[in-house]
C-alpha cells in the first residue's frame, strides 16, 4: 500500500514545488511535514489533508505577496509629483534641495577635504617618521598632509552639466514612455521615471532633447525595452555638449539594426549636423547627410 500512497502524492507535490519556486515562499515547513506524512502515514485521508495543508500555504503566501505589492502601488499613487520631485532632488542636488546657500555649499566642500587629508594623515603617521615630509607638513597645515587651497566658485551655478543621462520606465501617469530620472529604490517595488525639469544642474538644451525623445518615443508603435528579457527596443539617451554648445545625442535602441528606425532618426533636435549609427560592437556607419 506505501507504494501507491506515495505515487498519488507525486503529482500534487511536484506541481506545487514548481509554482512555489517563483514565490518568495519559505518552503521548509511544508517540505518537512510533508516528508513526516509520507514517512509515518500512507492512508488515503492523511493524503488528502497533506495535500489541502500544501494549498492552503501556497495560497496564503501567494495572497500576502500580492496584499504587499498592491499596498506599494496605493502608497506610490498616493504620494503626489510634488513630492516624488522633492525626493529626486535630495538625491541629486541635495545641497541646492537644502537651500544652503551657494558660498556656504563652497566652504562645506572645503570642510569636507579638509576632514579627508587629516585622516590621511593619522593613517600615514602609523608608517611615516616623525621626521618625513609628510608629517612636517601634516604640523604645517593644521594636521592635512598637504596644503589645501580654498574652493574655487564657478562662474556657472545653474545649467553646468555638460553630459546627461535620461532613463526609461513607467511615470506617474502609468506610462512606460517617460523620459527622465529614477525615484526610488528597485527592491521595494516603487521605482518611478520623473522628468528631470526640476533639477537645476542640467541645461534646458538637454531637458529639451530628453522632452522631445519621450515625445517621439510615445508616438512611436514600437516599445519600451525595460528589462532585456522581457523585450522591447527603445532605452536609455545620453545628451553631452562641449565648449563650443555643440551637441551629441547618443541613443540606446535594442535591437539597434531596424533600418526603418535608423532611417527617421533626425527626429531628435533640430539643429543636428551628423549622426553615428552603432550599427554592432565591430562596425560603425557614419552619416553626414544634412537635415532636409
Not at 23 to 52: A, E, Y
Not at 130 to 139: G, L, N, T, W
Not at 241 to 254: E, L, P
Request: aromatic share 8%; proline share 5%.
Amino acid at each position: 500500500m506505501a507504494c501507491p500512497t506515495i505515487t498519488k502524492m507525486a503529482a500534487p507535490c511536484r506541481n506545487f514545488f514548481a509554482c512555489a519556486s517563483r514565490l518568495p515562499i519559505d518552503l521548509l515547513g511544508v517540505t518537512s511535514t510533508v516528508q513526516k506524512c509520507l514517512f509515518f502515514q500512507h492512508s488515503t485521508t492523511r493524503i488528502g489533508v497533506i495535500t489541502r495543508y500544501v494549498k492552503t500555504r501556497y495560497i496564503a503566501s501567494f495572497r500576502k505577496l500580492e496584499c504587499s505589492l498592491n499596498s506599494r502601488e496605493r502608497q506610490l499613487n498616493v504620494e503626489d509629483e510634488g513630492r516624488i520631485q522633492d525626493r529626486l532632488l535630495k538625491k541629486v542636488i541635495p545641497l541646492w534641495r537644502s537651500r544652503m546657500a551657494y558660498e556656504d555649499q563652497l566652504k562645506w566642500k572645503y570642510h569636507e577635504a579638509a576632514h579627508v587629508l587629516k585622516i590621511l594623515s593619522r593613517k600615514l603617521s602609523a608608517v611615516c617618521p616623525a621626521d618625513s615630509p609628510v608629517m612636517r607638513q601634516a604640523e604645517e597645515n593644521s594636521g592635512m598632509c598637504c596644503p589645501l587651497d580654498a574652493t574655487k566658485p564657478s562662474p556657472i551655478t545653474e545649467g553646468y552639466r555638460n553630459k546627461s543621462n535620461f532613463s526609461i520606465n513607467k511615470g506617474l501617469d502609468g506610462n512606460e514612455k517617460t523620459v527622465g530620472l529614477f525615484s526610488g529604490r528597485g527592491r521595494r517595488y516603487n521605482i518611478i521615471c520623473v522628468p528631470a525639469d526640476r533639477c537645476v544642474n542640467i541645461p534646458e538644451s538637454h531637458l529639451q532633447v530628453a522632452r522631445l525623445y519621450q515625445q517621439y518615443i510615445r508616438s512611436s508603435p514600437l516599445p519600451a525595452c525595460i528589462l532585456f528579457h522581457e523585450g522591447g527596443h527603445w532605452r536609455e539617451i545620453t545628451v553631452r555638449t562641449n565648449m563650443a554648445g555643440d551637441k551629441m545625442v547618443i541613443i540606446t535602441f535594442f535591437p539597434a539594426d531596424l533600418s526603418q528606425v535608423r532611417n527617421r532618426i533626425y527626429f531628435i533636435y533640430t539643429v543636428l549636423k551628423s549622426c553615428l549609427y552603432l550599427i554592432n560592437s565591430n562596425c560603425m556607419t557614419p552619416d553626414v547627410a544634412p537635415l532636409g
